[in-house]
């Protein structure tokens, strides 16, 4: 059987449960075969419609197909560039370089080395551990709770989800994870805008406590916007908090950009929004024009590296930096992060009205386009913050009725239990209201149908 005569979803779908591996996700939640693509809309193989605020995960900054990235894209072929080069350096690449350190802020950029990485940015973060660890000849990390850098060995070290570890054993040691102010269920129980004070203070007292039982850290690595965790925003002071905490004491800090970066939250890069200089940044998804790419960039006095020791075979993707260039300079011309700050905080307002209606709706956040709706259980008690159970169930109902009225998200923070908002940064006035009148026609849908 051939694929041109796979003609609907149904038979697509079922040849995909019974050829691919248990591991495959996104099928599950969204049962869907794209044929065509362009913008913010995907159509099926079935001829249906639907507005795309998954995005690639936030890889598609521009949407799908984007005439900016697809004319340099065609150039590269046209002109018999060079597609694969391992390392070595080619014109376009060094454009890229120019490109990425131009957007980046001066005071960073001025000091600022590249290591170019495998294509996902998993490996990315990978050798950004490895990186400060040689540096610093430390071994400690200092990481997050529902923090997520990756499904490779080392990067589901130390990330927070519990599911991926629970039958891999052997992951890296010395790895510490410190609460994350999540305001609406602050881990210390504090009411809301009150717990991130408490966790400066807790961090600076444990690297400072000679019987902490952690020594001196490697690095510590953070999202400023938590992404899979569940679209949670870190408070800006505290932001400001952990950079100082870390330049006192000679800590390298690294900035997970993967999701955040490129213009999602509003600024091209998201820790711009406290106005601090990280050590490292990590950057992947949409920094290659929807292609696959992915870089760290660091300050100068950690490149204590031997040749070779971060490699990787398709760390020379000239294709995607010709993308990324071109894609780079479109969202700065057209100042797409201002435009993301605009339409988020339309979106967020809109939701938080929404909110007034459901009570299921237990909490409204984000930065930018990276928007977080937590889906509750008001019948339940409240928590000491303030925060009702989650509940999983319903979030998952709300993103299935959005999906059947044309509307494809995803779920995820605790339990599953946040709906995600990734559009493409291109999201017009009007496509905002036609993906919020979907999203308050599902929930009230969803809602009357569990009571």
């Given at each position: 059987m051939t694929v041109k005569n796979l003609a609907n979803n149904h038979t697509l779908l079922t040849q995909q449960e019974r050829r691919e591996s248990n591991a495959r996700s996104y099928p599950r939640r969204i049962p869907i075969a794209i044929e065509e693509a362009e913008g913010i809309f995907v159509k099926d193989v079935d001829g249906k419609k639907?507005?795309?605020?998954?995005?690639?995960?936030?890889?598609l900054a521009l949407g799908h197909n984007h005439p900016v990235a697809i004319d340099a894209m065609e150039k590269i072929l046209r002109d018999k560039r060079p597609l694969h080069t391992l390392d070595i350096t080619t014109p376009i690449k060094e454009e890229f370089v120019n490109e990425v350190f131009s957007t980046l802020p001066t005071q960073f950029a001025e000091r600022a080395k590249i290591q170019f990485c495998g294509?996902?940015?998993?490996?990315?973060?990978?050798?950004?551990?490895?990186?400060?660890?040689?540096?610093?000849?430390?071994?400690?990390?200092?990481?997050?709770?529902?923090?997520?850098?990756?499904?490779?060995?080392?990067?589901?070290?130390?990330?927070?989800?519990?599911?991926?570890?629970?039958?891999?054993?052997?992951?890296?040691?010395?790895?510490?994870?410190?609460?994350?102010?999540y305001s609406y269920r602050c881990p210390y129980g504090m009411k809301e805008g009150e717990g991130h004070?408490?966790?400066?203070?807790?961090?600076?007292?444990?690297?400072?406590?000679?019987?902490?039982?952690?020594?001196?850290?490697?690095?510590?690595i953070l999202e400023v916007v938590q992404g899979e965790g569940g679209s949670v925003p870190a408070p800006i002071e505290w932001l400001q908090e952990m950079r100082r905490i870390t330049s006192?004491?000679?800590?390298?800090?690294?900035?997970?950009?993967?999701?955040?970066?490129?213009?999602?939250?509003?600024?091209?890069?998201?820790?711009?929004?406290?106005?601090?200089?990280?050590?490292?940044?990590?950057?992947?998804?949409?920094?290659?024009?929807?292609?696959?790419?992915?870089?760290?960039?660091?300050?100068?006095?950690?490149?204590?590296?031997?040749?070779?020791?971060?490699?990787?075979?398709?760390?020379?993707?000239?294709?995607?930096?010709?993308?990324?260039?071109?894609?780079?300079?479109?969202?700065?011309?057209?100042?797409?992060?201002?435009h993301a700050a605009a339409m988020g905080e339309r979106m967020i307002v809109a939701l938080k009205d929404m909110q007034h209606h459901f009570g299921e709706i237990g909490d409204v956040r984000g930065r930018g386009l990276m928007i977080g709706v937590e889906i509750v259980d008001p019948t339940q008690v409240q928590s000491s913050?303030?925060?009702?159970?989650?509940?999983?169930?319903?979030?998952?109902?709300?993103?299935?009725?959005?999906?059947?009225?044309?509307?494809?998200?995803?779920?995820?923070?605790?339990?599953?239990?946040?709906?995600?908002?990734?559009?493409?940064?291109?999201?017009?006035?009007?496509?905002?209201?036609?993906?919020?009148?979907?999203?308050?026609?599902a929930v009230k849908i969803a809602v009357e149908s569990i009571e």
């Open positions: 639907y507005y795309d605020c998954l995005a690639g995960a936030g890889t294509p996902t940015g998993g490996d990315a973060i990978e050798a950004a551990l490895k990186l400060v660890k040689t540096a610093t000849g430390r071994s400690s990390i200092l990481t997050f709770q529902g923090g997520y850098h990756g499904s490779t060995h080392a990067t589901m070290s130390i990330s927070g989800n519990h599911a991926p570890k629970e039958k891999v054993q052997g992951l890296i040691p010395d790895t510490h994870f410190m609460p994350y102010p004070r408490i966790s400066s203070t807790y961090i600076e007292n444990l690297l400072d406590d000679p019987e902490s039982g952690i020594l001196p850290p490697a690095a510590m006192e004491r000679g800590i390298p800090l690294i900035i997970d950009e993967i999701q955040t970066g490129i213009g999602r939250t509003g600024k091209m890069f998201a820790f711009e929004h406290a106005g601090i200089v990280p050590d490292v940044i990590v950057l992947s998804k949409a920094i290659g024009g929807s292609l696959p790419l992915s870089v760290v960039i660091y300050d100068q006095d950690l490149d204590k590296w031997d040749p070779g020791a971060h490699i990787g075979t398709f760390r020379g993707n000239q294709m995607a930096m010709a993308a990324g260039t071109a894609s780079l300079k479109f969202i700065k011309e057209h100042k797409l992060h201002d913050s303030g925060s009702y159970p989650s509940h999983p169930a319903l979030a998952s109902r709300i993103q299935r009725e959005c999906f059947n009225r044309g509307l494809i998200l995803e779920v995820g923070g605790r339990n599953g239990s946040v709906i995600r908002l990734l559009p493409p940064l291109i999201i017009t006035d009007e496509q905002v209201s036609d993906v919020l009148s979907i999203i308050e026609e």
